[in-house]
Protein backbone atom coordinates (compact mmCIF):
# COMPACT_ATOMS: atom_id res chain seq x y z
CA UNK A 1 0.00 0.00 0.00
CA UNK A 2 1.62 2.68 -1.05
CA UNK A 3 1.66 5.89 1.55
CA UNK A 4 0.16 8.99 0.32
CA UNK A 5 -0.79 12.24 1.50
CA UNK A 6 -4.23 13.71 1.81
CA UNK A 7 -4.43 16.68 -1.56
CA UNK A 8 -6.28 18.97 0.95
CA UNK A 9 -3.78 18.99 3.46
CA UNK A 10 -1.49 19.15 1.11
CA UNK A 11 -3.15 22.07 -0.48
CA UNK A 12 -3.53 23.52 2.86
CA UNK A 13 0.36 23.06 4.13
CA UNK A 14 1.22 24.98 0.45
CA UNK A 15 -0.99 27.83 1.27
CA UNK A 16 0.20 27.70 4.90
CA UNK A 17 3.66 28.02 3.27
CA UNK A 18 3.29 30.46 0.21
CA UNK A 19 1.06 32.96 2.87
CA UNK A 20 3.61 32.72 5.50
CA UNK A 21 6.23 34.13 2.70
CA UNK A 22 4.23 36.57 1.33
CA UNK A 23 3.21 37.82 4.88
CA UNK A 24 7.19 37.74 5.64
CA UNK A 25 7.55 39.79 2.76
CA UNK A 26 4.83 42.54 3.20
CA UNK A 27 5.85 42.85 6.49
CA UNK A 28 9.40 43.20 5.52
CA UNK A 29 8.64 45.99 3.36
CA UNK A 30 6.17 47.49 5.52
CA UNK A 31 8.76 47.66 8.05
CA UNK A 32 11.37 49.35 5.72
CA UNK A 33 8.59 52.44 4.87
CA UNK A 34 8.07 52.77 8.74
CA UNK A 35 11.66 52.53 9.50
CA UNK A 36 13.41 54.86 6.96
CA UNK A 37 10.16 56.89 5.82
CA UNK A 38 9.75 57.72 2.10
CA UNK A 39 9.82 60.83 0.09
CA UNK A 40 9.89 61.85 -3.45
CA UNK A 41 9.43 58.96 -6.02
CA UNK A 42 9.79 56.40 -2.82
CA UNK A 43 6.44 57.64 -1.63
CA UNK A 44 4.79 55.87 -4.57
CA UNK A 45 7.22 53.33 -5.37
CA UNK A 46 7.07 51.36 -1.87
CA UNK A 47 3.06 51.07 -1.50
CA UNK A 48 3.49 49.59 -5.30
CA UNK A 49 5.88 47.27 -3.68
CA UNK A 50 4.01 46.46 -1.35
CA UNK A 51 1.37 45.06 -3.77
CA UNK A 52 3.54 42.54 -4.74
CA UNK A 53 3.21 39.91 -1.93
CA UNK A 54 -0.40 40.98 -1.51
CA UNK A 55 -1.06 39.78 -4.87
CA UNK A 56 0.74 36.90 -4.34
CA UNK A 57 -1.00 36.04 -0.88
CA UNK A 58 -4.18 36.56 -3.31
CA UNK A 59 -3.15 33.53 -5.69
CA UNK A 60 -2.74 31.06 -2.68
CA UNK A 61 -6.28 31.86 -1.69
CA UNK A 62 -7.08 30.86 -4.80
CA UNK A 63 -5.31 28.25 -5.57
CA UNK A 64 -5.92 27.00 -1.83
CA UNK A 65 -10.00 27.27 -2.63
CA UNK A 66 -9.29 25.15 -6.13
CA UNK A 67 -7.47 22.64 -4.70
CA UNK A 68 -10.03 22.03 -1.39
CA UNK A 69 -12.96 19.45 -1.69
CA UNK A 70 -16.67 20.35 -2.92
CA UNK A 71 -17.92 20.95 0.68
CA UNK A 72 -14.91 23.55 2.25
CA UNK A 73 -15.45 25.24 -1.31
CA UNK A 74 -19.08 25.74 -0.51
CA UNK A 75 -18.84 26.95 3.35
CA UNK A 76 -15.79 29.34 1.48
CA UNK A 77 -18.07 30.76 -1.08
CA UNK A 78 -20.94 31.09 1.40
CA UNK A 79 -19.19 32.82 4.11
CA UNK A 80 -17.39 35.27 1.82
CA UNK A 81 -20.83 36.02 0.31
CA UNK A 82 -22.69 36.72 3.81
CA UNK A 83 -19.39 38.48 4.43
CA UNK A 84 -19.31 40.34 1.48
CA UNK A 85 -23.12 41.80 1.93
CA UNK A 86 -22.62 42.46 6.07
CA UNK A 87 -19.61 44.40 5.00
CA UNK A 88 -21.68 46.63 2.11
CA UNK A 89 -24.07 47.51 4.74
CA UNK A 90 -21.69 48.53 7.21
CA UNK A 91 -20.13 50.69 4.72
CA UNK A 92 -23.13 51.96 3.41
CA UNK A 93 -24.83 52.82 7.04
CA UNK A 94 -21.51 54.23 7.74
CA UNK A 95 -21.42 56.45 4.54
CA UNK A 96 -24.42 57.65 5.92
CA UNK A 97 -22.80 58.79 9.49
CA UNK A 98 -19.85 60.53 7.71
CA UNK A 99 -22.52 63.16 6.13
CA UNK A 100 -23.89 63.57 9.88
CA UNK A 101 -20.52 64.20 10.49
CA UNK A 102 -18.38 61.20 11.42
CA UNK A 103 -14.96 61.29 10.01
CA UNK A 104 -13.73 59.65 6.81
CA UNK A 105 -12.01 55.94 7.43
CA UNK A 106 -9.44 54.63 5.77
CA UNK A 107 -10.50 51.87 3.34
CA UNK A 108 -7.96 49.11 5.02
CA UNK A 109 -11.17 49.28 7.69
CA UNK A 110 -13.84 47.85 5.17
CA UNK A 111 -11.01 45.17 4.00
CA UNK A 112 -10.45 44.27 7.50
CA UNK A 113 -14.33 43.98 8.33
CA UNK A 114 -14.72 41.67 5.58
CA UNK A 115 -11.97 39.20 6.16
CA UNK A 116 -13.20 39.35 10.07
CA UNK A 117 -16.29 38.85 9.04
CA UNK A 118 -15.91 35.68 6.38
CA UNK A 119 -13.86 34.28 9.35
CA UNK A 120 -16.61 34.49 11.46
CA UNK A 121 -19.13 33.43 8.75
CA UNK A 122 -17.17 30.40 8.13
CA UNK A 123 -17.19 29.07 11.87
CA UNK A 124 -20.51 29.04 11.82
CA UNK A 125 -21.48 27.21 8.62
CA UNK A 126 -19.01 24.95 9.25
CA UNK A 127 -20.60 24.08 12.46
CA UNK A 128 -23.72 23.73 11.12
CA UNK A 129 -22.87 21.45 7.58
CA UNK A 130 -20.88 19.33 10.38
CA UNK A 131 -22.91 18.75 12.76
CA UNK A 132 -25.84 18.74 10.25
CA UNK A 133 -23.66 15.92 8.99
CA UNK A 134 -22.96 13.81 11.38
CA UNK A 135 -26.02 13.40 13.31
Known amino acids: ?30 LFWIVHGASGRWQIAIPLLMMIP ?16 ELFRK ?11 VTALIALMYSFLEGAGLPKQHAIWMYS ?21 NE
Open 1 to 30: MKNTINPIIKAGRRYFIEMGLSTIALTAVD
Open 54 to 69: TVCMFASIVRFVLHSD
Open 75 to 85: VLIESFAISGG
Open 113 to 133: TFMIGSVIASFFLMRRYFVTS
